[in-house]
């Protein structure tokens, strides 16, 4: 449980609030690279820790992205001109460039000393993995950009679904550390299976495990916490361990432990205190599926399960069409898709959930290391101090990796390296 004073210090991330400084302390993913596809195309409405701004693509294919009212008058950009290396506001014609220039004043004359002043606030950007990075932070120069964990390398393939949420980023981000609900919501998705690690094919997911009350042993590490979730393995449960264990990288992802085909990942940024941007990614790995078969696996196609904003069709107010025949059928949840069983328990949650009633239990270790982690976090940013994985020596985040299989019981998981590895005694 946290008092109020502790639960607005994790969740709330506007204006001064210290959680939105130190997230400003670190290049954002704030849109995906395909909303911003085409040069000259259609200007997109970013929204990112309680800010609102344009993204654009211009004619020579670079992208820009500024405040998003225009400096004059304040109009929004979103509406205006994207064409001739410059997005142009319909109201008065005043244009600028990816730098935030402003090359032409169409309703001030020619010789206005205004045509040398006005510039408008403009950021930094970098495009890796799928994503559009920006440093949002307006009093502090941008650092070199570090590669995600989920994207090591120019061709490592990579797939993202993206959901709008209406919900805290901090529940989200709760829902992506908790191993054990897995045995419980996804129990449709997640089968045991006489398995020697976690599969998948295009129907499922497998685990070598039926046990669905893991231990949890928890670590902190200079980028944010890891976790071992320890269960019996379906084989030789005497002298193994299945493990899985998560890494949490401070403050948006999380590396969800692999499967046989590939890797997954999951990016949350807040919106604003109550609503969130949720990323589920795969990556990597031999069989990654493409976007668009990822998307059809978890059922968030746009346009069939989300709306052109990215809105899941499943709603608080129809239910999230949750399917009481199926669950009578033998289905646990009455939702298909992974993500979308998750939306239920997010969004259900209200909001921005109120901890200072909840109760926990011992399945929740990484849950009470992640509030504690994160509010210490932000407490130390709003004493002056650094943002959470920002100091040196730092650990390069493409170092970094989930893993699980089934151990000897004599091995330490914090000691396991390499992206997966099963041992053979268990075989």
């Not at 502790?6 to 849109?31: A, F, I």
């Not at 295009?202 to 039926?210: G, L, N, V």
Request: hydrophobic letters at 35%.
């Amino acid at each position: 449980m946290l008092t109020k004073e502790e639960n607005d210090l994790l969740t709330k991330v506007e204006g001064d609030w210290p959680m939105g400084e130190l997230m400003r302390r670190h290049w954002v993913p704030v849109c995906l690279s395909e909303e911003v596809a085409e040069p000259d195309g259609k200007p997109l409405r970013v929204e990112a820790i309680g800010e609102a701004y344009v993204c654009f693509r211009d004619t020579d294919g670079r992208l820009g992205l500024l405040d998003e009212l225009c400096p004059h008058r304040k109009a929004s950009l979103v509406y205006g001109r994207n064409e001739d290396c410059g997005l142009r506001c319909l109201y008065h014609g005043w244009k600028f460039d990816v730098d935030g220039n402003c090359v032409a004043m169409s309703s001030e004359p020619q010789e206005s000393p205004l045509h040398n002043k006005v510039k408008h606030r403009s950021y930094p950007v970098h495009e890796c993995g799928g994503f559009v990075w920006a440093w949002l932070h307006t009093d502090m120069d941008a650092p070199e950009f570090e590669r995600p964990a989920f994207c090591p390398t120019d061709d490592t393939p990579v797939s993202i679904l993206k959901m709008r949420i209406p919900a805290n980023w901090a529940q989200i981000t709760e829902g992506q550390i908790d191993s054990a609900h897995s045995s419980s919501l996804h129990s449709s998705d997640m089968k045991p299976a006489r398995v020697q690690g976690a599969s998948a094919d295009d129907k499922s997911w497998y685990r070598p495990s039926t046990d669905k009350s893991p231990r949890m042993q928890t670590q902190t590490t200079p980028y944010g916490f890891h976790y071992a979730a320890i269960r019996k393995p379906i084989k030789n449960a005497k002298t193994h361990n299945y493990l899985r264990i998560t890494e949490y990288i401070a403050p948006f992802t999380s590396l969800i432990p692999p499967n046989n085909a590939y890797n997954v990942a999951t990016v949350i940024v807040p919106i604003s205190d109550e609503e969130s941007h949720f990323h589920f990614i795969a990556w990597g790995g031999t069989e990654c599926p493409p976007t668009d078969e990822w998307r059809k696996f978890t059922h968030t196609v746009p346009g069939e399960h989300l709306d052109e904003k990215w809105r899941p069709k499943r709603t608080l107010e129809n239910d999230f069409l949750q399917d009481r025949e199926m669950m009578k059928e033998g289905h646990f949840s009455g939702v298909l898709g992974i993500p979308n069983q998750d939306l239920v328990m997010w969004v259900s949650m209200g909001p921005r959930v109120d901890r200072s009633s909840d109760l926990l239990g011992a399945s929740d270790l990484a849950i009470v290391e992640f509030r504690r982690l994160m509010s210490d976090a932000a407490r130390r940013v709003a004493e002056g101090g650094p943002a959470i994985g920002t100091e040196e020596p730092r650990v390069p985040h493409v170092s970094i990796s989930s893993k699980e299989g089934v151990y000897s019981k004599e091995i330490d998981w914090r000691t396991i390296e390499g992206p997966k590895e099963t041992d053979a005694a268990a075989e």
